[in-house]
């Protein structure tokens, strides 16, 4: 059967291809040329002009005249801090319940005023426990041996002392800021 079919498809075939491309003649060039003209007749897009630079100011860098904080302190700090008075913790104080707490693990939750000068006199702490204590000036806490030097309605000014990496002791200040009870 695929013998005799064999030279009628050999006529067919080629006819159709013959007739298939015939279609593809004149009138879809035609119409392909329309569409690129009435691509073309379409006005066109304005493009916005480019916004004008933003003029920042320079920034001048003066802290290179300082000492840079990953070399030692020279001689003349070191002389000047021997010069100064001796500081070393006491070991025969009693230490506080707040000295059982790092300082940045304590909040301060407010302050109280006692007296009529309008000086705050107390100050409220948390510790991590959640329980609040009452602290004036004189107070110790931190882990450092921080005593409370002063009391505002927003903060409690610290002096600690820590060592200086000399076999010494400094003074250190620190303050902790009142902090809203959400923490």
């Known amino acids: 059967m695929i013998g005799k079919s064999l030279p009628a498809l050999r006529i067919w075939l080629p006819l159709a291809a013959a007739l298939l491309l015939s279609g593809c003649g004149q009138s879809s060039m035609d119409e392909l040329k329309g569409e690129l003209n009435a691509i073309i007749m379409k006005p066109r897009g304005k493009i916005d002009p480019l916004p004008q630079p933003v003029v920042v100011s320079t920034f001048v860098y003066a802290a290179h005249q300082l000492r840079s904080p990953f070399t030692p302190p020279g001689a003349a700090q070191a002389a000047q801090i021997a010069l100064g008075q001796k500081v070393e913790p006491d070991p025969n104080r009693l230490h506080e319940p707040l000295e059982s707490y790092p300082l ?42 921080g005593r409370i030097v002063g009391i505002t309605s927003t903060q409690i000014a610290l002096v600690e002392i820590v060592p200086d990496g000399r076999g010494g002791w400094v003074e250190r200040p620190r303050s902790l800021l009142i902090s809203p009870s959400g923490r």
């Open 104 to 145: 940045d693990a304590l909040h301060m939750r407010g302050s109280l005023d006692w007296s009529k000068t309008g000086q705050v006199q107390q100050a409220i702490v948390e510790d991590p426990n959640g329980q609040e204590h009452l602290v004036r000036v004189g107070n110790y806490m931190g882990k450092n041996q």
